[in-house]
Antibody, heavy 126, light 106 residues
Framework: EVQLVQSGAEVKKPGESLKISCKGSGYSFTSYWIGWVRQMPGKGLEWMGIIYPGDSDTRYSPSFQGQVTISADKSISTAYLQWSSLKASDTAMYYC???????????????????WGQGTMVTVSS | DIQMTQSPSSLSASVGDRVTITCRAS??????LAWYQQKPGKVPKLLIY???TLQSGVPSRFSGSGSGTDFTLTISSLQPEDVATYYCQKYNSALTFGGGTKVEIK
């Protein structure tokens, strides 16, 4: 079964650092882009950035550039989302998601997010 | 940056009604458009990609259309299990989401 399993909920204080994870299984982890999506309480979905675990090529949404770091360790099929100094406004659910698919010719199509992790709730409060 | 605008932001319809949600891109995006369904407290689910291709396992009452800047998601006969918020997303270059449309049963 293709799945992404995220790390558990976190409660942190402002100014603390945090790294959450997303482990892929059931498919070739290095062959698909992985994205991160934020959902603040009661709000919509926001794309944060994507990474290609095969070579760690990373792209950020302008809204999140410099605010977070996305990385991956292909040896353990895991992607990460990291903060160096959390703010209360970082309180949200964070999802990882697999992007795209391979067509009948074996060509990778950089499409939509087809497989999602279960989400990691991050609460930042003093 | 290309903005994605959904309308309406919410709607209420009866079981069996035909429901249409619109997504407009501020610039042309060809057919690089996906639709997601997020039920309350659940993980988003991909419904449609390439503007009109139904993801495997998605009921055929869902359909998508459009190209360029204007897109629609249609539920041909609304069912109670369709209560959810629906999001469009462009995926050429930046993967921007629309603001969402909350669908409720009247």
């Amino acid at each position: 079964e293709v799945q992404l399993v995220q790390s558990g909920a976190e409660v942190k204080k402002p100014g603390e650092s945090l790294k959450i994870s997303c482990k892929g299984s059931g498919y070739s982890f290095t062959s698909y882009w992985i994205g991160w999506v934020r959902q603040m309480p009661g709000k919509g979905l926001e794309w944060m950035g994507i990474i290609y675990p095969g070579d760690s090529d990373t792209r950020y949404s302008p809204s999140f550039q410099g605010q977070v770091t996305i990385s991956a360790d292909k040896s353990i099929s895991t992607a990460y989302l990291q903060w160096s100094s959390l703010k209360a406004s970082d309180t949200a659910m964070y999802y990882c998601a697999r992007r795209g698919y391979y067509d009948s010719s074996g060509y990778y199509v950089q499409g939509a997010f087809d497989i999602w992790g279960q989400g990691t709730m991050v609460t930042v409060s003093s | 940056d290309i903005q994605m605008t959904q309308s309406p932001s919410s709607l209420s319809a009866s079981v069996g009604d035909r429901v249409t949600i619109t997504c407009r891109a501020s610039q042309g995006i060809s057919n690089y458009l996906a639709w997601y369904q997020q039920k309350p407290g659940k993980v988003p689910k991909l419904l449609i990609y390439a503007a009109s291709t139904l993801q495997s396992g998605v009921p055929s009452r869902f359909s998508g259309s459009g190209s360029g800047t204007d897109f629609t998601l249609t539920i041909s006969s609304l069912q109670p299990e369709d209560v959810a918020t629906y999001y469009c997303q462009k995926y050429n270059s930046a993967l921007t989401f629309g603001g969402g449309t909350k669908v409720e049963i009247k």
